[in-house]
């Protein structure tokens, strides 16, 4: 086609456009070709996708349900009087416990021997569940009360297969004659399995009871850090960038600035922990382990995230937006906030939840600050105490169970990324209805 | 009876003179965008700028009314006075200017808002009205002026981005004039536009002469010679020549004027 331009000639016939020139077969083929590569990429992506998710809730699924042995109870005044008269008072308690398990075996046909260290080993000490219960609610002596005691994790794992007789070896946690027990009692319909309620709302518990572990009260410390850090990284991030895309001049000092605000985000997150314990900690005397602390950290590694997303979205309102307004005798700063503002508005919630999104599956700031271990003993008093009283952290938490040397805590472990990726879905989906929202008016 | 005589015979140029333009220079960094402009802006009378592609003639719009102090790098040097005031002057708030000189731009830029909004934004940030009654009153005078109110009045609430070209560009001139400038400034309005919608404008930019001073850049030179009352004609950066339309359209004196009219450059 050049050569007939460049000769001057008339161009050559192209030929009968029914039939496909080798030229663009090539070039259907190579199109071709492409799609197939994206086609295979995307069907990589969801295949590990799929596996990521199947493996998270088969492993998941265990600690959402718990067994729990329900024996029909009736504690009279006389065996409470007397009980309390004992010098072992939970042994007292245990025994009639154990007299109620047997009664209620034997009316179910069920023949079972067994004694109090294994009933210890299979539901705890229920003695002092029971005498508990009486000292709190003694109206409810002489009536008959149903008590649902959860079984040990080790109980939990051989009715699910994860212990079995062959793999399990003789301990004070569980030995196979135990087990035995366990069979009459699953014969006998005494055991039963139930969701684990405790496990979402509860709070972590020691190393030898991974069967009272929950993660509530690490939700609730997630929580109290993501109100730090969108009430902290939202509005000075949104305003740097305002003042940085809108108003700052443009010279060397404020390149500098833009650079450097690119480099923090690229530092890694365990590098804002270890400032995070110098200067909140160690400088500020802030109080260790707590939801505030943990929030500042996360508002220093999520306002670059929200700075950058934020200038993005400001240089992708048109400019002749501002020429309207600037046209009409609006200042800059009204041009700013009544036009250009609510027109980067999806484009700066997307960014901030997406930096809140990651602030919330952060785990190594946490760890250096103290937000791990077993400091989730329970739920805040109050609201403003939630931010100062130690905590622990969704991925904190999961992180320390995954490191204990129980396998029942590996369930936890599991469970718990369950619970985060739900919370990291549900922020998501905000994410999106909001962009979709502010977008229509655009 | 004298003076009668006079304003009958040099017409427009008795009118009172609404922009004072004195070697004005442009520069966009290193580049001499603007040079040595000398023109005066009449009051209720239309004035074009035409020229080819780059002559600096929205640039030097643009300057009227401080618009290029949004570019970085854009430089005005000399004087421009607007009723006998320096606009340059340190003491000038662009914002105040801006309010006396409005501006409608090349493509419609209507705000993602309501037409209603559209129009009330301009006398709400510049205090316009006392209450809703008045706004709605300045909406429609405006509406009118823009010769759109007979096509939105059923639906002001409707988005002003959801109109057709033509009637968003009007809507942007009603929206100019809502803030009640003394000048309208038009950079190529009319350049999106198809031929009917063009014709509506232009009719507009006649009414509108009655009360404003409108200068209007335009690469259509018929479109100059049908609105304007005066032509001034850069190339390169230069002020070529200024005068009645009908001059310069009919007898130009500067060989590139003549070039240019006639097809020759551009």
């Known amino acids: ?442 | 009876m004298m003076k009668d005589n006079i304003d009958t015979k040099v017409g427009v140029d008795a009118m009172e003179t609404k922009f004072n333009c004195r070697d004005v220079q442009v520069y966009y960094a290193d580049n001499h965008a603007i040079k040595d402009v000398n023109v005066d802006i009449l009051d209720k009378t239309v004035t074009a700028f035409i020229g080819p592609s780059g002559c600096g003639k929205s640039t030097f719009l643009r300057s009227l009314n401080r618009m290029n102090d949004t570019i970085p790098i854009c430089r005005v040097e000399g004087d421009i006075l607007l009723d006998g005031e320096d606009i340059n002057d340190a003491k000038v708030d662009p914002v105040q200017l801006r309010a006396k000189v409005g501006m409608v731009f090349q493509k419609p830029n209507p705000f993602p808002k309501s037409i209603y909004d559209n129009i009330a934004y301009g006398p709400r940030i510049h205090g316009l009205a006392r209450n809703k009654a008045e706004l709605d009153e300045i909406v429609e005078k405006s509406l009118r002026r823009g010769a759109i109110w007979d096509e939105v009045k059923d639906r002001l609430d409707a988005p002003g981005t959801g109109l057709s070209g033509g009637q968003q560009q009007r809507l942007c001139i009603a929206r100019a004039v809502a803030t009640e400038p003394e000048v309208l400034l038009m950079d190529e309005p009319c350049s999106a536009l198809d031929p009917i919608a063009t014709a509506q404008v232009e009719e507009l930019i006649d009414e509108l002469k009655a009360n404003y001073s409108v200068v209007i850049v335009t690469h259509s030179m018929q479109q100059a010679a049908r609105v304007s009352q005066k032509t001034a004609f850069f190339h390169l950066g230069n002020l070529v020549e200024y005068d009645d339309t009908n001059e310069i359209f009919t007898n130009p004196r500067d060989q590139r004027t003549e070039s240019y009219i006639t097809g020759r450059i551009g």
């Open chain 1, 1 to 442: 086609m050049t050569d007939a331009t460049v000769q001057g000639g008339a161009p050559a016939p192209r030929g009968s456009i029914h039939s496909i020139d080798a030229r663009t077969a090539k070039r259907n083929r190579a199109e071709k070709r492409f799609r197939t590569y994206g086609k295979i990429a995307i069907g990589i992506g969801l295949f590990f996708l799929v596996v990521l998710f199947a493996s998270i809730i088969r492993s998941g699924a265990p600690a959402f349900t718990r067994t729990v042995v329900d024996v029909p109870f009736t504690l009279t005044q006389t065996q409470y009087e007397e009980a309390e008269g004992t010098l072992f008072k939970t042994k007292a308690y245990s025994d009639f416990f154990i007299a109620a398990l047997d009664n209620q075996l034997r009316e179910q046909g069920v023949e079972a021997e067994f004694d109090a260290d294994t009933i210890e080993r299979l539901l705890g000490k229920v003695g002092s569940t029971i005498r508990e219960y009486y000292r709190a609610n003694e109206n409810q002596l002489g009536e008959e009360v149903s008590f649902s005691l959860a079984t040990s994790s080790r109980v939990d794992g051989y009715l699910t297969g994860r212990v079995t007789r062959e793999s399990m070896t003789d301990s004070r946690f569980l030995m196979a004659a135990d087990l035995d027990l366990v069979d009459r009692l699953v014969e006998g319909e005494i055991i039963t399995s139930e969701f684990n309620w405790p496990f979402i709302t509860g709070a972590d518990s020691g190393v030898d009871n991974p069967g009272g572990a929950g993660i509530g009260a690490s939700v609730v410390g997630s929580f109290f850090m993501m109100l730090v850090v969108l009430f902290l990284s939202l509005p000075i991030g949104v305003a740097a960038s305002i003042y940085l895309e809108e108003f700052a001049v443009q010279n060397r000092f404020t390149d500098l600035i833009e650079v450097n605000i690119s480099n923090l985000a690229a530092v890694p997150s365990i590098v804002f922990g270890i400032l995070g314990l110098a200067v909140f900690i160690q400088f500020m005397h802030l109080p260790q382990s707590a939801p505030l602390v943990g929030g500042l950290v996360l508002t220093l590694m999520t306002l670059p995230t929200i700075i950058i997303s934020t200038r993005a979205s400001l240089k992708a309102v048109p400019p002749s937006i501002r020429e309207a307004a600037l046209g009409i005798g609006a200042s800059k700063m009204q041009t700013v906030f009544h036009h250009v503002l609510p027109l980067a508005m999806p484009g700066i919630l997307t960014g901030t939840i997406i930096g809140l999104a990651q602030a919330l599956g952060e785990t190594a700031p946490l760890l250096l600050i103290g937000m791990v271990g077993f400091v989730a003993r329970g739920y805040p008093d109050g609201f403003l105490q939630g931010f100062v009283e130690p905590n622990s952290a969704m991925p904190a938490q999961i992180y320390t169970w995954a490191a204990r040397a129980d396998v029942a805590f590996y369930d936890k472990a599991w469970g718990g990324i369950i619970i985060l990726l739900i919370f990291l879905m549900i922020m998501n989906i905000v994410a999106v209805v909001l962009r979709r929202r502010f977008e229509r008016r655009w």
